[in-house]
């Protein structure tokens, strides 16, 4: 491989051309594009399919002669969907600012002229340069010059593969090293990533976290079982000889209070307020799901170079190991360097330090490859330079120079081997016995100033951290010690591991990872999700790319490399390790906080549910109707849930989402479940009116629910205990102040003294229904362990 020739060669398209296949629809924009437009937006939160179950029992009301106040329900369907289109396009707008300061861009050459646009405006024809590190955003042909790509993202095989003169680049691959010149040849939708992610798409449909899983499952089943307990329940009071009118009421009262309205579209603004603190904090997020995602992680798997340590790099040294002067040393090194393209921190630190003008040119190239982990150029003389790891150029023969190399990277500095051969030499294919070696050069990355703080945090969360490198074991060490990684001293050398089982038993075994490929690293990834654990990834570099593709949350540097940053789920715009902490505090907050709130809902959608299956097979009209439920659900839902769902909660998530959800909503739900059947036992027994069962149904709702909320607040701080204090007063106030708007009626003394009664028993029912579920879950639990 040889450097790029001059680019005085290509004049590439002119504006005017480019302008013109613009105008043709020849541009490099996918219609799959991964955000929603306004319009999508509108639609998603208008038509969903509960909305339409809500303007179905609307119509219903209306056709059966039911007045206003049984539809004020429908004020709240709107003012949630008016929420969640506000939220929604509130987050887009902070999303596309932010995307513009990363989208990728791309050099072209453009009237002869080379220039950085954004890879949107790239057109069919187009001729760009690509270097290391950057991922080919549309289908190409190579015009001159030589790169390693990895199709891995596209075809899943890892292998290197080179492309030269005339070959066929794929949109979706990234360069790994060397550089050239291509034309594009198919862009936008035309692309093969693009019809790729089409045809994916079609499979799988959009990727959600556990968390939307489980709200989308329980979507659907409710969604389908009101059909046919609708259906039953007006039969049944019909049965009982009640009006029509009155059977549509009832039922309506019922349905709404199964359907979980608010629960969707609460999870839905968290997670996009979420994702709006983060980007505050310059951190893009191309997923939602990954903010649930790293809010659950216990293992973190770190590179070292731009995490651990600043990604700036310098030398520090050159180590004669022969007879040579260190400026005779120096003076080689500028001639192997200065023939190669600085196309990596490393490269880059080795020509500032040791560039020089005018060097002799190289009959050929080997660029680095994080593969075979080192460089070289063969001159005329036949004299081959090389640099590199020792482990890598030395091989069996580093034992020879162990002793004067390995002390060299005890202060964390990276050492490579500077030799010479008098053979050509060809990627992967060095004979260690045919070199000589010259000298020892140790460059050295800082170690960043806040690296100790930032890992402690994760320490003390519980999360282990794993510090894999492509660099030496004792490097590695060094900068982890440092740091204050725990553990940072169990190290092993993966270049040292037979085989790919040898790397899975390692890779819980081991604290440091040294000398990894980057497809050794995709497989400690692979190992450790296989061990139960949830990995978040980080890294900058194209050989951090298939082990971020592979975590289950992956974090990426925006000083690193373009395609680095563009397959993964976060983006530290900052490139501020230290931050992080910041983004998993917001993503437990946000599942924490959701799933508290869940509980509420769930409160009524689990007692409807059950009560309006007991009326039908217990044959009695159902007591509730819509209006019943607003002043309700807006004081013991609503209103608390949005508050609590935006309130900082750092707490370590534990256990499943809907599992935690329903663990909390169940002793309330079966609290309101027997109070309103003995309710409605007394009314059959004494012939209460039906309206005033009606008013004793709403106000032991909204008491239990005021119980329930009393559990969810705890612990309390100041805004726990300003809902507390609120909802009860809001609840009395409006059941007091606008009796006809809840259809509350006086009470009889009969009616008067069964809600009595029944607010009594239900302080001692939730509380025996919260100490049996324990017990329970506990009982459950031992048996689980016993058989496990």
Known sequence: MTKLPDTSKYKGLTEAEAENRIANGDVNISSSSPSKSVKQIILTNVFTYFNLIFAIIAVALIAVGSSLLELTFILVIIVNSVIGIIQELRSKRTLDKLSLLNSPTAKVIRSGVQKNIPVSELVLGDTVILGAGDQICADAKVLSGEISVNESLITGESDEITKSRSSTLLSGSFVVSGSCYAELTAVGDDSYVSKLSQDAKKMKGNTKGAMMRSLSRLVLVIGIIIIPIGFFMVM?????????????????????????????????????????????????????????????????????????????????????????????????????????????????????????????????????????????????????????????????????????????????????????????????????????????????????????????????????IKVISGDAPSTVCAAAKQAGIPGAENAVDLSSLPDDNSVRSAATEYTVFGRVTPDRKRILVRALKAAGKTVAMTGDGVNDILALKEADCSIAMASGSDAAAQVSNLVLLNSDFSSLPFVVDEGRRVINNIERSASLYLVKNIFSILFAVISIFAVFTYPITPANLTIVNMTTIGIPSFFLALEPNKSIIQGKFLQNAMYRALPAALCILFVLVGTVLFQIAFNIPDDEISTVCEILIGFVGMLNLYFVCKPFNKLRTAIMIAMPVIFVFAVITFPRLFKIVPLSLGSSLVLAVFLMLAVPIIFSCRWLLDKTVKAFNKIFRRTA
């Open 236 to 464: 049944g009071n019909l049965r009982n000889g009640e009006t029509l009118k009155t059977a549509v009421s009832t039922t309506a009262g019922a349905l709404v209070g199964m359907i979980p309205e608010g629960l969707y579209l609460l999870t839905s603004v968290a997670l996009a307020v979420g994702v709006m603190r983060l980007a505050k904090k310059k951190t893009l997020v191309h997923e939602l799901s990954c903010i649930e995602t790293l809010a659950r992680v216990d293992t973190l798997c770190v590179d070292k170079t731009g995490t651990i340590t600043e990604p700036e790099m310098k030398v520090t040294g050159i180590h004669p190991l022969c007879g040579m002067s260190e400026e005779e040393l120096s003076d080689k090194i500028g001639e192997l360097v200065g023939n190669l393209n600085a196309d990596n921190d490393t490269m880059k630190a080795l020509s500032d330090y040791f560039g020089k003008e005018n060097v002799q040119s190289a009959l050929s190239t080997v660029p680095f490859s994080s593969k075979y982990k080192y460089s070289a150029a063969t001159f005329k003389n036949g004299t081959s330079y090389i640099i590199g790891a020792p482990e890598f150029i030395l091989k069996n023969r580093f034992c020879e120079y162990e002793e004067d190399i390995t002390p060299l990277a005890d202060d964390g500095s990276r050492v490579l081997l500077f030799a010479k051969t008098l053979s050509s030499v060809a990627p992967d294919k060095l004979n260690p016995s045919s070199v000589e070696v010259l000298c020892a050069v140790t460059l050295l990355n800082a170690v960043r100033e806040n690296a100790k703080e930032t890992f402690n945090y994760f320490t003390k969360q519980g999360v282990n």
